[in-house]
């Protein structure tokens, strides 16, 4: 509040009811007078004179809206926090995807190909059998049961389709083979010829059948 000379009581609370009305006062001090306001009677109503004194400049003075202020006191006191990465996170996810990567990968690899076409060759008489089967285009034969040929001889493969002429598919090793043979159909017949080590000389069966079976669809 602004320093006075000494004045009476009455005058001392008009000057103070008149900055009160002009906004003078400190913060400390405005909340001094209104709580007074609401327990003095005779100081209100010089708070309300020195109001209708001053109401005049009022007209000087263009009406301004209140700013909004409830938005930037809210920011100021719950500011928000930015968001941040976090590398765990990234971590998981990204180890998730190598996971599953990896389980894929090794499903492919620990899941055989559907196959296309098999056959079973076996013979007419004895123990001897072949399992064959062909995936994407590529044929695998297994001797599954009976005994390899001797020294002196070998198992040769064969396919036959309709009335072609044998073709020979070379010859089968003890532990199987898997050739390429693209194109085959079901109904054709695969057999096995015992014939000399390293297969017929003339490129047709010479020996006798062995195993023979059909190719069936899968």
Not at 145 to 150: F, L, M, V, Y
Request: proline letters at 10%; a negative charge; aromatic letters at 6%.
């Amino acid at each position: 509040m602004s320093t006075l000379p000494d004045l009476p009581e009455d005058d001392e609370d008009d000057v103070l009811a008149a900055e009160y009305v002009l906004g003078a006062l400190e913060m400390a001090e405005r909340y001094v007078v209104e709580t007074r306001l609401r327990n003095d009677s005779g100081f209100a109503a010089r708070v309300a004179i020195w109001e209708d004194r001053l109401s005049g400049l009022n007209e000087a003075y263009a009406p301004a809206p209140l700013p909004d202020l409830l938005p930037k006191i809210e920011a100021r006191l719950f500011p928000t926090q930015p968001r941040k990465r976090i590398w765990w996170a990234d971590l998981r996810l990204w180890g998730g995807v190598v996971v599953a990567s990896a389980a894929l990968v090794a499903y492919l690899a620990l899941t055989p190909p559907k196959p296309e076409l098999t056959a079973t060759l076996a013979a007419d008489q004895g123990t001897l059998q072949f399992a064959a089967v062909i995936t994407h285009g590529h044929l695998t034969i297994t001797r599954v049961a009976g005994d390899k040929p001797d020294a002196a001889h070998s198992h040769e493969l064969w396919i036959i389709a309709g009335n072609d002429p044998p073709v020979s598919l070379g010859v089968i090793p003890a532990d199987g083979e898997t050739i390429s043979l693209p194109g085959a159909a079901a109904g054709a017949v695969l057999a096995v010829t015992l014939e000399p080590p390293g297969g017929s000389p003339s490129g047709k069966p010479t020996g006798p059948i062995v195993a023979k079976g059909a190719l069936v669809k899968v």
